[in-house]
């Protein structure tokens, strides 16, 4: 068995990985690579990969990171399955258009601007596209055993978000993990990742291989920041990413409410994709830790804003309120009007619940700017803006360790560290060599690796 690593090494996008037998190939992961350009570059080279003997795609888990280069691959002829769990396949249902709807508007912003070396610049993959690739999708469920060609393989639930899964693949005499993105042992939505079965090989995830999670309360941070500001008579705004981290905030918020720990005042979800998100978990209650009435009691509570008006209209409150809208760094997004006509009022609180990437507004407005750019206009920064980082989705290199040791492993398991920035898989290297037995290595781009 040979696997080629495509993606997903010395960074944290791009995640994809080539296993080839004799007979089959499969490729697990079929992600975007993003963030600095010359990653993003990567997504318009040709990959080292015959499409036309490619028989099937495996999916970890629904992030574009992982996800996000399908239709791509049906752009250029690819008709075979891809297979992943239910829920991964209804999530990306609504994120590969979101990415292809973007993609679009991108596209257009750049022509029309002579922004690009293009005379008429094109999307990666437009909407149509993306919505077109969902009927290669085929979802299964955790633990089904698949057969394609001479490789069997399986999903078993890794937390993180709803329906991500590690891949177990059996082939030519030999048992291959790839762990997906693996989510935290005490996560408030998800349930904790279900350890591993004997392997002779593990792609091991590292994102957190130098960090640990802020040991600090999270409701009592969130709790202190809507009584500050619901005291002052003030409006918190916190941008959000769809997946995941809306519908926790949406979870605590009401939970608190119910508790009597802050004021039942109204919350406002201004984000169509994270409503859309917000409707699955009613969908796929085994999936995550709320019950189906908590669920139902998180869509029906909050005001969900799908239409632009109902966006708009929010300008006109004046009471204490709560508004939830993307994107989570800031970038774009709902949020952005939100931040021009508030951010410039001292009674506003600002609570950016996760991690910002260097350069994005959010970064620039956590560092302590005075003053933010927002559709070409400079916003002087009166409101109170903090931070939170104890909701993340993923383990810390702690975390992973006691997974690992709670699995099956055998000592002198060979692991190859992917998924991580160049810094985090050096820090979850030396820790795991200091703390367990097994054999750790970093995988590297476009690197080939014989079973």
Not at 20 to 45: A, H, M, P, S
Not at 237 to 243: D, N, Q, T, Y
Not at 283 to 288: G, P, S, V, W, Y
Request: proline share 5%.
């Amino acid at each position: 068995m040979k696997i080629i690593f495509l993606g997903g090494t010395e960074t944290v996008t791009g995640s994809k990985f080539l296993v080839e037998t004799n007979t089959t190939r499969i490729l697990v992961d079929c992600g975007l690579f993003q963030g600095y350009k010359w990653l993003r570059e990567r997504n318009r080279q040709t990959l080292p990969l015959d499409i036309d003997n490619l028989d099937a795609v495996v999916l970890t888990h629904a992030h574009l990171d992982h996800s996000g280069y399908v239709p791509v691959l049906y752009k250029k002829g690819y008709r075979g399955p891809v297979f992943t769990h239910h829920a991964t396949r209804d999530l990306c249902k609504i994120l590969l258009a979101d990415s292809g709807h973007l993609q679009e508007e991108d596209a257009r912003f750049y022509g029309k601007h002579k922004l690009s070396k293009h005379e008429n610049p094109e999307p990666l993959y437009d909407r149509a596209t993306a919505e077109a690739s969902m009927q290669l999708f085929q979802g299964i469920e955790f633990e089904e055993q698949v057969q394609v060609g001479d490789i069997c393989f399986h999903l078993q639930p890794v937390g993180h978000i709803l329906g991500a899964g590690s891949v177990i693949i059996e082939a030519e005499g030999k048992r291959i993990g790839f762990s997906g993105d693996v989510g935290r042992p005490d996560d408030i939505l998800n349930y904790p990742p279900k350890p591993l079965p004997e392997l002779d090989l593990l792609m091991l995830e590292s994102t957190y291989g130098d960090r640990r999670h802020s040991q600090d309360d999270p409701y009592e941070q969130l709790a202190d920041m809507v009584n500050k500001t619901a005291k002052r008579g003030g409006a918190l705004l916190i941008p959000s990413f769809a997946v995941g981290r809306a519908q926790v905030l949406q979870h605590m918020l009401l939970s608190m409410m119910g508790e009597g720990r802050i004021p039942p005042i109204p919350i406002y979800l201004d984000s169509p994709m994270a409503i859309d998100v917000s409707e699955l978990y009613c969908e796929h209650t085994a999936l995550h830790k709320l019950s189906t009435v908590q669920a139902k009691h998180m869509c029906q509570s909050i005001h969900y804003t799908r239409e632009v008006d109902e966006s708009k209209a929010l300008a006109e409150l004046t009471y204490p309120h709560i508004v939830i809208a993307g994107s989570g760094m800031a970038t774009g997004g709902r949020i952005l009007h939100h931040f021009k006509r508030l951010l410039s009022n001292p009674k506003t609180s600002v609570l950016f619940a996760g991690y910002q990437s260097g350069g994005t507004r959010g970064a620039k407005m956590v560092g302590g700017a005075s003053s933010v750019k927002l559709h070409g206009e400079w916003i002087p920064i009166r409101a109170t803006i903090e931070s939170m980082d104890a909701l993340s989705g993923h383990a810390d290199y702690v975390d992973i360790e006691k997974w690992l040791k709670a699995s099956q492993l055998r000592a002198g398991t060979q692991i190859y560290l992917i998924h991580g920035e160049p810094e985090a898989l050096e820090g979850m290297r030396d820790h795991l060599e200091q703390t367990t037995n097994f054999r750790i290595d970093i995988a590297g781009y476009m690197r080939i690796m014989h079973v």
